[in-house]
């Protein structure tokens, strides 16, 4: 019985689901995050009321998830947003859903349901449209992605607040990258939104999204995800501009990270910070330090750290940071000893009970995240990190290859588990930052065959790619990179020599590093090649810079 809701929630698993069909009573799948306000507000205002409760426990098989933690229940079952009240048939087949529901509204849907399965019992179930559709559709790569791409976010620019859209703002990391290389004025303009709404000027680090076209309504919990996704961005932004206004929030939210979420005993960082009260973000510097702080998920999840080691990395490279650099390496190294296991990558760890059952190991979206960190680690640091980065990274991309590559594209995880976990989904954004990766790793790996597989998953899902919002811009970023060889500029000295330190400093963020390049290279010198152009050796940073100038031309 939880203590706040008075319902009897039951854990995901068989258990669950086999109580509803000996009882053949329909399911209330409740979808909550600890970083949900309204979740909260939803448990105290609806799930605490005595006759609501009853009703559920008597009519109904409740079952409470944390989205966090079972994100391929997530993505089966969101009905938009959290807290996400999802009715199912004992089969997991879909009856109806909703989002927030006061009593009143409970009351109502409760009612609802009930006539609903009286009267059409299971054949009332649907299975949503992604889970019916097997076969993503595929196309050809041409120039056309980047075009359109480009054309959607001119077309929902937002000129007046900047950022993309009329309806609630999101910072959308990946369009923010794709736009800075290709529309600069539109981009800078976007960083500038997020930056003077989103940012936390006290604390440090970003909300995660405000409500309002016109940036207002600010959600302020803050996701260990969204916060690395934007480092990296904002990190990228001061690459292209070399301008403070924009390597300062990146600064300030690497501190956040590695204050507020970082967790000393696990040497790794915490997944989120709740919101506080609703008007302690309006006090003075003086009161607010007086507040309590927001509660802190300490849960550590893999993802979550392989784009908080991306995004540091890629921060140390800029600027050489060494605080960047010290917490991204420790971070790393817990990750590959405690999360990473013979390139299965394990969800996450706790303090309570360890790690998660096998049914959350080798997900996509934390394969493609850790095989990122992995090949940003073997860019940046090199031998100098320890162990066999590149190694690693080989073995998780072929773990993936293997495990969840069907037909030329990904599923999210393991087809197994009760509800629709048997289901096949097809997430374009894990496809898609699994492809990125691939890329990078054929590039130092001089293995073509990783290309191929990511031109192939990239490909994939071709046919519907103008229609392709700006939510996933980073699509028409992967299909650009291989349409158009990647710059690549490779260094004949240990990872930290000034030849390497500036290899990262010159052209654009979608360029490839590689260090240690020493079999067809001689030591002390740097070559940039992109595709079958390749530029004389370089000696010195400023010759370097002189040849990546030529090879752009």
């Not at 698993?13 to 409740?30: K, M, Q, V, Y």
């Not at 507040?291 to 080691?309: H, K, M, Q, R, W």
Request: charged share 30%; aromatic share 8%; proline share 5%.
């Amino acid at each position: 019985m939880d203590d706040v809701t008075r319902v009897e929630w039951r854990e995901w698993g068989d258990a669950a689901f086999e109580e509803a069909r000996a009882a053949d009573t329909p399911i209330l799948l409740s979808l909550t995050a600890t970083w949900c306000d309204h979740c909260h507000e939803m448990d105290e205002e609806t799930y605490a009321v005595p006759a609501i409760a009853a009703n559920i426990n008597d009519d109904f098989v409740p079952i409470r998830v944390d989205v966090d933690r079972h994100p391929r229940v997530r993505d089966r079952y969101n009905m938009g947003g959290f807290p996400s009240t999802v009715f199912l048939a004992p089969d997991g087949a879909l009856l109806t859903g909703a989002g927030y529901l006061g009593p009143d509204g409970m009351r109502q849907v409760l009612d609802s349901v009930r006539q609903l399965w009286s009267t059409k019992g299971a054949d009332a179930g649907r299975i949503p449209r992604p889970l019916r559709e097997n076969e993503p559709p595929a196309g050809e790569l041409t120039d056309d992605i980047p075009a359109q791409m480009l054309g959607q976010l001119t077309e929902t620019y937002d000129e007046t607040a900047g950022g993309w859209g009329d309806g609630p703002k999101f910072p959308v990391p990946g369009a923010l990258e794709f736009a800075l290389k290709r529309d600069r004025e539109m981009a800078l303009r976007s960083f500038d939104a997020v930056d003077a709404n989103l940012f936390d000027e006290y604390d440090g680090g970003f909300y995660r999204f405000a409500t309002e076209p016109n940036w207002s309504g600010i959600q302020h919990e803050k996701l260990l995800d969204s916060n690395a996704a934007l480092v990296r961005a904002f990190a990228n932004a001061y690459l292209s501009t070399g301008r403070e206004e924009y390597r300062e929030p990146a600064e300030r939210t690497i501190e956040y990270l590695t204050t507020t979420l970082w967790l000393p005993d696990e040497t790794a960082f915490a997944g989120s910070q709740a919101p506080g009260q609703d008007d302690s973000y309006t006090l003075e510097a003086s009161d607010r330090e007086a507040a309590a702080e927001p509660p802190v998920d300490e849960t550590v999840f893999a993802g979550s750290n392989a784009l908080a080691i991306d995004a540091l990395l890629t921060y140390a490279a800029y600027t050489d940071d060494e605080r960047a650099r010290r917490y991204a390496e420790r971070a790393l190294e817990t990750v590959r000893e405690t999360l990473l296991e013979d390139g299965v990558v394990v969800h996450y760890l706790d303090g309570d009970d360890g790690h998660d059952g096998d049914g959350e190991r080798c997900l996509l979206a934390n394969q493609a995240r850790v095989l990122r960190a992995l090949t940003t680690a073997a860019s940046v640091l090199g031998s100098e990190a320890d162990g066999d980065v590149l190694a690693d990274a080989r073995a998780v991309a072929d773990v993936t290859i293997e495990r969840l590559r069907d037909g030329d594209s990904f599923l999210d995880g393991p087809r197994s588990g009760p509800g629709l976990l048997d289901r096949p989904l097809r997430p374009l954004d894990g496809n898609v930052e699994l492809a990125d990766a691939l890329v990078d790793l054929a590039v130092l790996t001089g293995q073509q065959q990783y290309r191929e597989v990511a031109r192939e998953t990239i490909a994939s899902f071709a046919g519907a790619s103008d229609r392709f919002g700006v939510q996933v811009a980073q699509y028409a970023s992967v299909a650009a990179r291989l349409l158009d060889e990647p710059l690549v500029v490779r260094v004949g000295t240990a990872a930290g020599s000034d030849l390497h330190r500036a290899a990262f400093r010159f052209a654009d963020h979608e360029k490839v590093v590689v260090p240690e390049a020493t079999d067809d290279l001689e030591s002390e010198t740097a070559r940039v090649e992109r595709g079958d152009r390749v530029s004389e050796p370089a000696t010195t940073p400023e010759e370097l810079s002189d040849r990546v100038r030529s090879i752009l031309e």
